[in-house]
């Protein structure tokens, strides 16, 4: 016997037999129902007292039977490929009066049905039938739909045999066409990548979440993905099991299905159980914050140390959200049945995760003694060593470059680098030093990036001098100086500093001179060449200051 879905509890054994026989039904692919099935779903409607539900595919076979409301059958998840809609519709009866519910029409928007059927029983006979299909994202009216939403389309009632001549699979491929041309005129206009709905959370934070959403943004774009919609959303508290509520995934849902994006993206972290909600209820693929940062610094990480670092980082965000799919690979709560020979596949998983996480971590050993070796030399040497440190995009890898009149170009993303560059340069009155580059820093760093990156971030605690680069171009300049220097006190980072306020060439006058006259600092624009030589002159009396002791030929010109 087939099984049977939804509210089956009661039911006579000839009951279930019945409903299971319904499983041996089809119907041509362009009818919306036949007679036969009318009478036979009418019938047993009427007989078990209850709504019966078919998941019909779209060779017309009937691939799930449930007793319910829509709600209650269980829509498995279609394999899309190429297609825009799940290659599912429903047929259920109404006991009542009524027409399509708001839940219905919910099942076939969450879901993407190809279509919604509702068929009306009086006295154990089919009446009228209620008909819906999605609407294409900002569809124009046609005079033949009687309401037409945002979401979908619901044709005029009429008894179910005057639906028998409608061509369902002709609105179906029309529907289907409609939403594939929409998506291919969304990909000339805003490029190839992966389209995105961005979620900000506002806990009353004001402004600072307003730029948490833009920095959101640009990392998503940095990841290779288009945000096509950026959405605050205003909370006094989190919901524990959805973050922003049940009813606000489904606003997100339908706007993702109008922007024809497939993914949501959350600007906080979000926990394994909020994520897998989420997840379920939207059926879209759903990332946090950390989870776009890791990825980003896997895409930018090219060295061997910097690739570790990236894997060890991730494998440590996701051993606690390794979950078994279903009960057949979980143990948790322990007790009566759940002991037994062997280990679960979960456990397996998380048994492999833990061993890979210790290869890396012993890999990161190796490189980081190797570092400590490489400056123990320097120290011998007697050549300072100047960290350049800053906001992520802050332009620290093109300073470098000017100072040290060679090196790498930067590049105008975040996280471009990730693995320290020292280059040789000289000041006068000094001598001989080396500038360090260093990765950048970003509000709310992740725990398992500071982790990885602890090592790397070693160059910045051993530095003689910091020069801390900030853009001053950028708007909220002021709040990521803040970010910068709390991590740095949160590294135990007690250098001195030089502030380089970069980009000034960009910066308008009023910002340039708020931020001198709060911060100080030295107004530089490394890409035009000016203020780098007076940057040189305060880095060169800053370590005087530090007991910095000049070389012998400090004053030989080393540049023209």
Do not use: C
């Not at 519709?89 to 099942?107: E, F, N, Q, W, Y």
């Not at 500038?435 to 990885?452: H, K, N, S, W, Y």
Request: hydrophobic content about 40%; charged content about 30%; aromatic content about 6%.
């Amino acid at each position: 016997m087939e099984k049977i879905f939804g509210k089956t509890e009661g039911l006579k054994k000839s009951e279930r037999k019945r409903l299971s026989n319904l499983y041996r039904r089809r119907i041509p692919p362009e009818r919306v129902l036949t007679p036969e099935l009318a009478q036979a779903l009418a019938g047993l409607s009427q007989e078990i007292g209850r709504p019966v539900s078919l998941l019909l595919d779209r060779e017309g076979r009937v691939v799930r039977v449930g007793v319910g409301d829509a709600k209650d059958l269980p829509i498995p998840e279609g394999a899309r490929g190429e297609r825009r809609l799940s290659g599912f519709r429903l047929l259920h009866t109404h006991l009542a009066k009524g027409g399509l519910s708001r839940p219905d029409l919910s099942v076939l928007f969450l879901n993407r049905l190809d279509s919604l059927a509702a068929l009306e029983v009086e006295d154990g006979r089919p009446t009228t039938l209620h008909l819906a299909f999605l609407s294409p994202p900002k569809a124009v009216a046609a005079s033949r739909w009687e309401h037409v939403t945002e979401d979908w389309r619901i044709l005029p009632p009429k008894l179910y045999f005057q639906y028998l001549d409608f061509d369902h699979k002709a609105e179906v491929e029309a529907l289907e066409e409609e939403l594939a041309r929409q998506a291919r005129v969304r990909e000339l206009l805003d490029g190839s990548g992966e389209r995105a709905i961005l979620v900000g959370v506002d806990l009353g934070e004001g402004p600072e979440a307003e730029a948490g959403l833009s920095e959101l943004a640009e990392l998503t774009r940095t990841a290779g993905g288009v945000p096509v919609k950026k959405v605050l959303v205003f909370r006094p508290h989190l919901d524990p099991r959805y973050l922003v509520g049940l009813g606000k995934l489904e606003e997100l849902k339908s706007l993702a299905y109008h922007e024809n994006a497939s993914t949501l993206i959350f600007g906080l972290e979000l926990t394994p159980a909020q994520a897998r909600e989420i997840e379920r209820a939207t059926g879209l693929k759903v990332l946090d914050r950390t989870q776009l940062i890791l990825d980003i610094f896997a895409l930018h990480a090219k060295t061997p140390e910097a690739q570790t670092q990236v894997e060890l980082a991730q494998l440590r965000y996701l051993l606690p959200r390794l979950v078994g799919k279903g009960k057949e690979l979980s143990r948790l709560g322990g007790g009566i049945g759940t002991r037994g020979p062997g280990e679960t596949k979960l456990e397996v998983d998380r048994r492999r995760l833990q061993e890979r996480i210790a290869h890396l971590s012993h890999k990161l050993q190796e490189f980081t003694r190797r570092r400590e070796e490489a400056r123990r030399q320097r120290k011998r040497r007697g050549v300072p060593l100047i960290a350049v440190v800053g906001y992520t995009n802050a332009g620290k890898t093109t300073l470098l470059s000017a100072l040290a009149r060679g090196g790498e170009p930067g590049e105008d993303k975040l996280f471009a680098t990730l693995r320290p560059l020292t280059r040789r340069g000289f000041l006068p009155g000094v001598g001989e030093v080396l500038f360090t580059d260093t990765v950048g820093f970003i509000r709310q760093m992740p725990a398992e990036l500071l982790t990885a990156f602890r090592a790397t971030l070693e160059e910045v605690r051993e530095a003689d001098l910091l020069i801390h680069v900030l853009d001053a171009s950028e708007e909220g300049a002021l709040g990521r100086y803040r970010v910068v220097e709390e991590l740095l006190a949160e590294l135990g980072v007690e250098a001195p500093r030089v502030l380089a306020l970069s980009k000034a060439d960009r910066a308008a006058p009023y910002d340039l001179f708020y931020l001198q006259e709060k911060l100080g600092g030295v107004p530089v624009s490394a890409l035009k060449g000016t203020g780098v030589s007076e940057l040189r002159e305060a880095l060169a009396e800053a370590l005087l200051k530090v007991g910095v002791r000049p070389q012998p030929w400090a004053q030989a010109p080393q540049y023209t």
